[in-house]
């Protein structure tokens, strides 16, 4: 039965089988959930696969069905093939997909130690003193970290990003799990552009209205409320949006030593949009709107680019 499955997914694919024994894994680039990313070799070309273990073909099918409706996107990783091996009882199934060239994901980037200073509270001041009002206090440490990116590439990166996401739901898919370990930062023709990476949770979506899904998708703090309880929209995906955007701003948001509840969680979030208040009060506005709890009251990303192209950002250097 699971030898005619598999007849079956090569026949009804929409991309194209691969030959498993052309196919050289080499080191792990990624992994969560039950998948790893390995940078691999077909033929000389090198290529990012993706294997997962035993799965639903039905769902495999749907993935990569979702992968080629996106493969003419500039901002979403493309998908060539897919592939499949025995191993000892089980089947073993691979997604061959662009190898793109970086350092890791955004927020591998986010965690780079150049991008962070320490300081420490020496009679009621911090020493050295933070060169923005970006700080994330880490307890194991007891250390203050400032995060010192130019708010230029913050911007560059969030306006890609914004770019990103707003191609991906013009193409009728929403993405139900946006967070910086899905977006790449990729230099493209001497342009860094953001790429949308990881589609196992992304869905077609023809009407823009709230659906039942059989699994809570998204990553807990930057998945929203209508995702906690089984539901999706392409609003859902706006509520990621505004937390990757508090992230990216910040360099980090979570705190470790607060329980991973829904409600603790949006109040991370919510404290981390205070020093983008002062500085960008547009900003943190847009972002406020992008994580209401209330999906209706979110805006659609067509409206996020219009409102982020209007912001100045030309006053403050923090």
């Given at each position: 039965m699971v030898d005619l499955d598999l007849d079956q997914l090569k026949l009804n694919s929409p991309l194209p089988f691969i030959d498993p024994l052309s196919i050289t894994l080499d080191k792990v680039i990624g992994e969560g959930g039950n998948a790893k990313v390995y940078k691999s070799k077909i033929k000389e070309k090198e290529y990012a696969v993706k294997v997962l273990g035993n799965?639903?073909?039905?769902?495999?099918?749907?993935?990569?069905?979702?992968?080629?409706?996106?493969?003419?996107?500039?901002?979403?990783?493309?998908?060539?093939?897919?592939?499949?091996?025995?191993?000892?009882?089980?089947?073993i199934f691979m997604i061959i997909m662009e190898l793109l060239t970086c350092k890791g994901d955004l927020y591998d980037l986010l965690q780079e130690s150049s991008l962070w200073n320490s300081s420490r509270y020496y009679n009621g001041s911090l020493i050295p003193k933070p060169n923005t009002d970006y700080v994330f206090y880490n307890s194991d440490e007891s250390l203050y970290w400032c995060f010192d990116y130019p708010v230029d590439k913050k911007l560059e990166i969030i306006r890609s990003f914004t770019d990103a996401l707003l191609e991906l739901h013009s193409?009728?898919?929403?993405?139900?799990?946006?967070?910086t370990n899905n977006l790449i930062l990729y230099n493209e023709n001497n342009r860094n552009i953001v790429k949308i990476i990881d589609?196992?949770?992304?869905?077609?979506?023809?009407?823009?209205?709230?659906?039942?899904?059989?699994y809570r998708c998204g990553t807990k703090g930057y998945r929203s409320k209508e995702q906690e309880y089984y539901k999706l929209h392409y609003k859902s995906d706006?509520?990621?949006?505004?937390?990757?955007?508090?992230e990216i701003w910040n360099g980090d948001i979570w705190d470790i030593d607060n329980p991973e509840t829904y409600s603790s969680l949006r109040q991370n979030v919510l404290k981390k949009i205070k020093p983008i208040q002062k500085n960008h009060p547009e900003?943190?506005?847009?972002?406020?709107?992008?994580?209401?709890?209330?999906?209706e009251k979110r805006p659609y990303m067509e409206t996020i680019k219009k409102r982020l192209d209007q912001i100045n950002f030309n006053n403050d250097h923090k």
């Open positions: 799965m639903n073909i039905k769902d495999l099918i749907y993935e990569l069905k979702i992968a080629k409706q996106l493969n003419k996107s500039k901002q979403i990783i493309k998908t060539f093939g897919f592939s499949f091996k025995k191993q000892n009882d089980n089947t193409n009728g898919i929403v993405h139900g799990d946006i967070k589609l196992g949770m992304a869905t077609f979506q023809k009407e823009k209205k709230l659906i039942d899904i059989e706006v509520y990621s949006w505004g937390v990757s955007v508090v900003l943190a506005k847009l972002i406020k709107d992008s994580i209401n709890p209330n999906y």
